[in-house]
């Protein structure tokens, strides 16, 4: 592993249901596939009732989403060589049913989720329709290579 990509990666399942399916090593895999710095990361599977609660208190939307993500160093100037720390926080409900209403597997959207996350511990936004492009951009080249379609294809 490159100096640039170093990971430390703790992964939680509070919400136990994808445990077995969506696998701390291919987490892994997929984290490493968006890293462009070193990073400490936490991945976190909850249900909706704890996705709610975390989206309410430091989002003020009063629902569950699918991905937040709550990024450390956001907006400081750190070291090349200094981590960029983040939690980044999944529904499981929530990816669960867009995977279905999406058409796709859970696995797929999972990794685009964690993608769109790791994106976003590292500074990159969607505020604006250049910003948004930049990313949905970047997404669609990660999974790419991950053997993952593109995942904004209607």
């Keep these: 592993m ?8 703790s992964v939680q399942y509070p919400d136990a ?5 969506v696998t701390r090593p291919k987490i892994r895999r997929w984290v490493q596939a968006a890293l462009f710095a070193p990073a400490e990361l936490t991945i976190r599977f909850v249900d909706a009732e704890e996705g709610r609660v975390l989206n309410r ?18 907006g400081e100037d750190i070291a090349e060589d200094e981590p960029t720390r983040a939690d980044i926080i999944l529904c499981t409900d ?3 049913k867009e995977a279905l209403d999406q058409k796709k597997t859970v696995e797929e959207h999972t990794a685009h989720l964690i993608v769109h996350g790791v994106l976003h511990a590292q500074g990159y936004d969607h505020n604006d ?16 290579t991950l053997g993952y379609c593109d995942p904004y294809a209607t």
Aim: glycine share 0%.
């Design 17 to 21: 249901r994808l445990q077995a399916s």
């Design 94 to 96: 929530v990816l669960e």
């Design 129 to 144: 329709d250049d910003e948004a492009t930049e990313m949905e951009q970047l997404e669609r080249e990660i999974l790419a």
């Design 57 to 74: 208190d430091y989002r003020a939307k009063d629902y569950a989403t699918n991905v937040l993500t709550f990024a450390y160093n956001e």
């Design 2 to 9: 490159s100096a640039k990509n170093k990971l430390s990666l």
